[in-house]
């Protein structure tokens, strides 16, 4: 099956964009660009964080798309929502998921229209297009794809056009009319060397290999293929390196080179894996199918095509979650804005009764003071307009309570929402990776071992064993915080002796520590007790020391001292490990923060712990804190306080 590159068009920003060989180099860069920068700047920068996020997780770009978007929501400024959601649209569709990428193409385009900017117009017809041709609508594809031509055309913008010359050789591809894609693919590979495009010049060599491989050319194909690979590889996209093995893959398989197909596949399967790009892997675990098959191994073949309807229905199953929680979202804002009508309508049922019966005393008042003396009518007439004012008093007082407690309950809504959608991001970003690593490496293992040196093998085990380790932890976490947030932990301090606890926390680390030489030495005074929960203590002790010893470097040391004032007893962990920024410091305790930092040995977080630990400090009545200096080591102190 052909696997054609399409072209997006990307942001062009008005900040600087330094050019950098490494994806993480330039990840940095655009970070210390955020100090001096204004707000607009900021939602500008985050769009172009995403952006390079391309070429290392799909995820991440979605979600510095996001964050960039709720940026321009607050300053409303029309041209940097256009921009945003035209970003998250980008990143939906990297990640397969076409039905939200063209809702927020469309969106984006629906702003660019009513400002007028002709250049951004044809960018997002472009992108509309691509998605098109990937719902198998060619017609439509085409047609985009045109508009999009025909105004740079009259914009005489010819260094723009690469976008549209290849994605309309992407269309004739699609129609079997391959010698025309040839012609487009070529006009887009001259303009890419023209303009010194890298990136660019990779997609249309990639493009020819793949067209000259349909048409049965294998030795010009190789070679498209070949410069495309070394041009991703120097540049660091992993997406584009992992679809070009895919396709030199069918190249071999095509020649009857089975290893080389068999490593090609593997190969793409794994750097797929490691930005979690599911369209590439759906595509690997297929091809890998297709090759068991022409190799008789039935049952291989069978094992991997289980696997490919397995990410298949998970790009389906993604769908529906997202789809869900619109619905869901969209559920709870009905229904608050029913209570707010309901209540507005009973105090205006209200107010009329109040009317009625006040007009029906004043007729009756007037009906009796016709009949006594002048002052009997001016005394009753007083006393009615105290009381009635005393009772339109109290009516008022009633509805100003009833409005605060309103708002307070839509506070509390929008907290709740947000909550959940913070703890959702970090949830998602990381069960999804040890997840994919512990499906993907175990099944090959498990079912292909033969085919594996004994170093490959260890090396898979290492990487399912993290994995495991990973999900037990989070596990754990979610767990523990689940009981906290729901009220079910049971808090019982008692007295009892700091060093045992410490000492039977640390053994639990022995092994990962001696795996890094790390020295883990503790300073805690003979007989030091302290006020605490054990169960509570263990988890806080266990998380803090986890974290230093996943950061601190090869021959480390980690320090956990003990000291005692009149504020109560602290505990302190010391690490000469990466330290931490002053932007991570801010976000410490707290859900909102991105995606965990790997360790010096490349561990994986949970993004739970450190809320865990200021939780149960909390409850403790304690403070937890941390110091820190980038590259120096971090120090994380806890004080609880004496028994009262």
């Known amino acids: 099956m052909l696997r054609i590159i399409f072209s997006l068009f990307l942001l062009l920003l008005m900040l600087p964009r330094p050019v950098f060989s490494q994806v993480r180099a330039r990840i940095d860069s655009l970070e210390r660009l955020m100090e001096e920068a204004t707000p607009e700047e900021h939602v500008l920068i985050f769009c172009q964080i995403s952006e390079a996020y391309w070429q290392q997780s799909f995820d991440t770009s979605l979600l510095m798309a996001i964050h960039a978007n709720n940026l321009a929501q607050e300053l409303e400024i029309p041209s940097l929502k256009a921009n945003s959601l035209y970003m998250i649209g980008n990143a939906y569709y990297l990640l397969g998921d076409y039905p939200n990428s063209m809702d927020y193409y469309i969106q984006a385009l629906e702003l660019r229209e009513e400002l007028g900017d002709s250049n951004s117009i044809a960018s997002s017809y472009n992108n509309i297009g691509a998605v098109f041709l990937h719902m198998d609508d060619e017609k439509s594809a085409l047609e985009y794809f045109k508009k999009a031509g025909d105004i740079f055309i009259a914009l005489e913008d010819d260094t723009q056009l690469f976008p549209i010359l290849n994605n309309i050789g992407a269309v004739y591809v ?264 512990l499906l993907g490496f175990s099944e090959l293992i498990s079912g292909n071992s033969s085919e594996y040196s004994a170093e490959e093998i260890q090396k898979y085990s290492k990487i399912i064993n993290e994995a495991a380790k990973n999900i037990h932890l989070l596990i754990e976490n979610l767990l523990e915080w689940s009981r906290s947030q729901s009220g079910n932990i049971e808090f019982k301090p008692r007295v009892g002796e700091l060093a045992p606890l410490v000492e039977e926390i640390v053994r639990i680390f022995e092994i990962q520590a001696e795996k890094k030489d790390i020295s883990i030495n503790l300073k805690i005074p003979e007989g030091t007790s302290i006020y605490a929960d054990r169960n509570l203590l263990s988890t806080i002790l266990r998380n803090l020391i986890n974290n230093a010893v996943k950061y601190t470097p090869k021959k480390g040391t980690v320090t956990i001292s003990v000291s005692e004032s009149e504020e109560g007893v602290t505990i302190t962990v010391r690490d000469s490990g990466v330290g931490m920024s002053e932007d991570q410091m801010e976000t410490l305790f707290s859900l909102v923060h991105g995606p965990s930092t790997s360790g010096t040995a490349e561990e994986k977080g949970t993004g739970l712990g450190l809320i865990l630990c200021k939780e149960f400090v909390d409850k403790h009545g304690g403070r937890i804190w941390a110091e820190t200096e980038l590259k120096n080591g971090s120090t994380f102190n806890l004080t609880l306080p004496h028994q009262e």
């Open 174 to 437: 699609d129609t079997d009319i391959l010698d025309t894609a040839i012609l487009y693919f070529t006009q887009a590979l001259e303009i890419a060397e023209q303009n010194g495009d890298e990136v660019n010049k990779s997609i249309a060599l990639a493009n020819l290999g793949e067209t000259t491989l349909s048409m049965g050319l294998y030795s010009q194909s190789e070679d498209f293929q070949e410069r495309a690979y070394n041009i991703s590889s120097k540049l660091g996209d992993k997406a584009m390196m992992a679809t070009i093995r895919s396709n030199l893959g069918n190249l071999y398989l095509k020649r009857k080179e089975y290893s080389l197909a068999l490593a090609s596949f593997q190969e793409s399967l794994y750097l797929a894996g490691e930005i979690n790009s599911l369209p590439i892997m759906q595509e690997n675990y297929k091809n890998l199918t297709e090759y068991y098959n022409l190799r008789g191994e039935y049952k291989q073949a069978l094992r991997l095509y289980k696997m490919y309807s397995a990410v298949k229905d998970s790009i389906v199953s993604q769908e529906g979650l997202m789809r869900i929680k619109e619905l869901e979202l969209k559920s709870n804002a009905r229904s608050l804005q029913q209570e707010i009508e309901l209540l507005r309508m009973d105090n205006e049922i209200q107010n009329l009764k109040g009317t009625r019966l006040k007009y029906g005393i004043i007729s009756l008042v007037v009906v009796i003071l016709a009949l006594i003396l002048l002052f009997v009518l001016y005394f009753q007439r007083n006393r009615f307009k105290r009381e009635t004012t005393k009772l339109v008093e109290g009516k008022n007082r009633e509805l100003e309570k009833a409005n605060i407690k309103l708002q307070e309950s839509e506070t509390h809504l929008k907290e709740l929402n947000s909550t959940k959608d913070k703890f959702f991001s970090i949830i998602g970003h990381d069960l999804r990776n040890p997840l994919n690593a």
